[in-house]
């Protein structure tokens, strides 16, 4: 069983940057594959960023490739996500998410395991 909660979102401005952190319990975080998704209203839940198990694999998705990095620190249960340049289609809910599989996967009900989101809403 693994409990995700995030934090740091909140309003900025377009071209600023933001800090997403997911603190994970249980013993076990450093064998789940982890994951951000994002949902704006009355949109499906969205793929944007993963990382395997070890931090050497990460994935993204093509609308945040080389503005957004996922990072994780497995000695401190906790996986990030650094957004610079950010656009105001980047306004979302931001939710971590945990899979117990070996790979990145970009369909939401893969995971297992969610977060409650953070808010992040950027202004133009």
């Known amino acids: 069983q693994v409990q995700l909660v995030e934090s740091g979102g909140g309003l900025v401005q377009a071209g600023g940057s933001l800090r997403l952190s997911c603190a994970a319990s249980g013993r076990t975080f450093s064998r789940y594959v982890m994951a951000w998704f994002r949902q704006a209203p009355g949109k499906e839940r969205q793929f944007v960023a993963g990382?395997?198990?070890?931090?050497?694999?990460?994935f993204y998705a093509d609308s945040v490739k080389g503005r957004f990095t996922i990072s994780r620190d497995n000695a401190k249960n906790a996986v990030y996500l650094q957004m610079n340049s950010l656009k105001p289609e980047d306004t979302a809910v931001y939710y971590c998410a945990a899979n117990n599989t070996i790979d990145v996967k970009i369909s939401a009900p893969l995971y297992d395991y969610w977060g409650q989101g953070t808010q992040v809403t950027v202004s133009s």
């Open positions: 990382i395997g198990w070890n931090g050497a694999f990460t």
